[in-house]
């Protein structure tokens, strides 16, 4: 099985920061990873594709990088709507999806 | 606009069964896989199993595998995951998203199954 690891799994972060997130995959992927966010309640929503594609809808204060086993997640400038939970999807593995351990942002 | 509702979570006993149910809408149902995602109290998310858009594939992850059904009815929108012999390291909450392409992009809220005794 493909692993995996999100970090930080917590971060501390102001409205303006700049926020970045890491999924490390334990063998390469290509860009076949997702990011997601997730409210308490709340269905999580795609916010990247392909590692790097921004979902339609989605602010450009949002973007993916990476490739291979190392992927970044990065929030230009950290909006109060913004805090959440944060996870990546890897799906090389099809059907045997795995998750990062996620990321509270908070 | 895309929707997904969860339901038929509860709390059961150990060794029992349960049956969730997806409702969808918004989008042609028939034409899209469906997968069932779980994320049990304080933990990561995992895959559980996936359905194609016509039912003729099924794939389960491991720690589910032969205790756990995906289904689907088209004419009801509807995707299911039937759970059997329950135990308590199923205790998750549990979502269905959309298949786009294999992969999840829309998900629901999630409904929550505790099974304790």
């Known amino acids: 099985d493909i692993q995996m690891t999100q970090s930080p799994s917590s971060l501390s972060a102001s409205v303006g920061d700049r926020v970045t997130i890491t999924c490390r995959a334990s063998?390469?992927?290509?860009?076949?990873l997702n990011w997601y966010q997730h409210k308490p309640g709340k269905a999580p929503k795609r916010l990247i594709y392909?590692?790097?594609r921004l979902e339609s809808g989605v602010p450009l204060r949002f973007s993916g990088s990476g490739s291979g086993t190392e992927f970044t997640l990065t929030i230009s400038s950290l909006q109060p709507e913004d805090f959440a939970t944060y996870f990546c999807?890897?799906?090389?593995?099809?059907?045997?999806?795995?998750f990062g351990g996620g990321t509270k942002v908070e | 606009q895309v929707q997904l509702v969860e339901s038929g979570g509860g709390v059961v006993q150990p060794g029992r069964s349960l049956r969730l149910s997806c409702a969808a809408s918004g989008f042609p149902f028939s034409d899209y896989g469906m997968h069932w995602v779980r994320q049990a109290p304080g933990k990561g998310l995992e895959w559980v199993a996936v359905i194609w858009y016509d039912g003729s594939n099924k794939f389960y992850a491991d720690s589910v595998k032969g205790r756990f059904t995906i289904s689907r009815d088209n004419s009801k929108n509807t995707v299911y995951l039937e759970m059997n012999s329950l135990r308590a390291g199923d205790t998750a909450v549990y979502f269905c998203a959309r298949a786009s392409f294999n992969i999840p992009d829309f998900w629901g809220q999630g409904t929550l199954v505790i099974v304790s005794s």
């Open positions: 999807l890897q799906h090389s593995s099809y059907p045997a999806l795995t």
């Open positions: 063998q390469g992927i290509r860009n076949e």
């Open positions: 392909a590692a790097s």
